[in-house]
T-cell receptor, first 114, second 114 residues
Framework: DVKVTQSSRYLVKRTGEKVFLECVQD?????MFWYRQDPGLGLRLIYF???????EKGDIPEGYSVSREKKERFSLILESASTNQTSMYLC?????????????FGEGSRLTVL | AQSVTQLGSHVSVSEGALVLLRCNYS??????LFWYVQYPNQGLQLLLK??????LVKGINGFEAEFKKSETSFHLTKPSAHMSDAAEYFC????????????FGAGTILRVKS
């Protein structure tokens, strides 16, 4: 069974803390993505990676960075968490085939920044 | 630029009634279009996708969608709603310039009344 695993389902952090969200996929997918989900806004792309050590900014990269040292792992980093980063974060992976479109999602990490 | 608009943030139907969730897209080139479903406290999973092969696309759980170029629409339907269909549904369009980056609509929450 295909699987995208996010390390934490729920996190509570304080303003200014550094936050790491980890994501691991077991499907040997080239592409990995981090989305942010907010009510009424749908999913917005933060960063994506199409190969190890490669990354590209999505639509809302400000305040975030990412790391992909191994093909199966894609980490999202909040260098200094702020209250407006309270949200649901979804990791996804997919093949490199253009337009194939099927992304496999993790169950999400709900982050609260106090 | 590509985007999708989902009409109606909340839709309520009775069990056994027709489900109709609306999605209109904006794309400068022929798009790939997708519907994803998110059950409570879970990640997203693919319901169906349009990739220009057939305009009527059948998906899982009895859902289908019809691509209408003249109306720039890709509405999701199911003839008879079941309680288990209660979820949030997202329409998405792929970005053709690279890989399978998806742009999501804001989502529609489907409520099924008994």
């Amino acid at each position: 069974d295909v699987k995208v695993t996010q390390s934490s389902r729920y996190l509570v952090k304080r303003t200014g803390e550094k936050v790491f969200l980890e994501c691991v996929q077991d499907m040997d997918h080239e592409n990995m993505f981090w989305y942010r989900q907010d009510p009424g806004l749908g999913l917005r792309l933060i960063y994506f990676s199409y190969d190890v050590k490669m990354k590209e900014k999505g639509d809302i990269p400000e305040g975030y960075s990412v790391s992909r040292e191994k093909k199966e792992r894609f980490s999202l980093i909040l260098e200094s968490a702020s209250t407006n980063q309270t949200s649901m974060y979804l990791c996804a992976s997919g093949t490199g085939t253009p337009g194939s479109g099927e992304l496999f999602f993790g169950e999400g990490s709900r982050l609260t920044v106090l | 630029a590509q985007s999708v608009t989902q009409l109606g943030s909340h839709v309520s139907v009775s069990e056994g009634a027709l489900v109709l969730l609306r999605c209109n897209y904006s794309s400068s080139v022929p798009p790939y279009l997708f519907w994803y479903v998110q059950y409570p406290n879970q990640g997203l999973q693919l319901l169906l996708k349009y990739t220009s092969a057939a305009t009527l696309v059948k998906g899982i759980n009895g859902f289908e969608a019809e691509f209408k170029k003249s109306e720039t629409s890709f509405h999701l339907t199911k003839p008879s709603a079941h309680m288990s269909d209660a979820a949030e549904y997202f329409c998405a369009v792929s970005r053709m310039e690279y890989g399978n980056k998806l742009v999501f609509g804001a989502g529609t929450i489907l409520r099924v009344k008994s």
